[in-house]
């Protein structure tokens, strides 16, 4: 059985710094493409940032390019989301997906994710 687990949500003031963390068990962590994206009542789900399978191409949704950076640990099976600068619009709740890809090419779409974490929650204070 596939789990991806979140962590690292929590209230914090704008300007502030959070690293939000992801841990897949149930697959082998190495073969997929690691992705978070971020939702808010009433909206759309939006795509945050990925990063492939070796770490060595990342992508950003331009919300957060500048401000957030997406690493990769395939020694623990854990994928990061260091969180910098944050603003009050960055308040959502966070989840981790994953898509098998070995490949280079990093999808946005939630349509492509094979699986998904119960998302961990980002409330930034003005």
């Known amino acids: 059985q596939v789990q991806l687990q979140e962590s690292g949500g929590e209230l914090v003031q704008a300007g502030g710094s959070l690293r939000l963390s992801c841990a897949m068990s149930?697959?082998?962590?190495?073969?997929?493409?690691m992705n978070w994206f971020r939702q808010t009542p009433g909206k759309e789900r939006e795509f945050v940032a990925a990063?492939?399978?070796?770490?060595?191409?990342?992508a950003y949704s331009n919300s957060v390019k500048g401000r957030f950076i997406i690493s990769r640990d395939n020694a623990k099976d854990t994928v990061h989301l260091q969180m910098n600068s944050l603003k009050p619009e960055d308040t959502a709740r966070y989840y981790c997906?994953?898509?098998?890809?070995?490949?280079?090419?990093?999808?946005?779409?939630?349509?492509?994710?094979?699986?998904w974490g119960q998302g961990t929650q980002v409330t930034v204070s003005s």
């Open positions: 990063i492939s399978w070796d770490g060595g191409r990342t």
């Open positions: 997906a994953a898509n098998y890809n070995t490949g280079t090419t990093l999808s946005s779409l939630g349509s492509n994710m094979e699986y």
């Open positions: 149930g697959r082998t962590f190495r073969l997929y493409a």
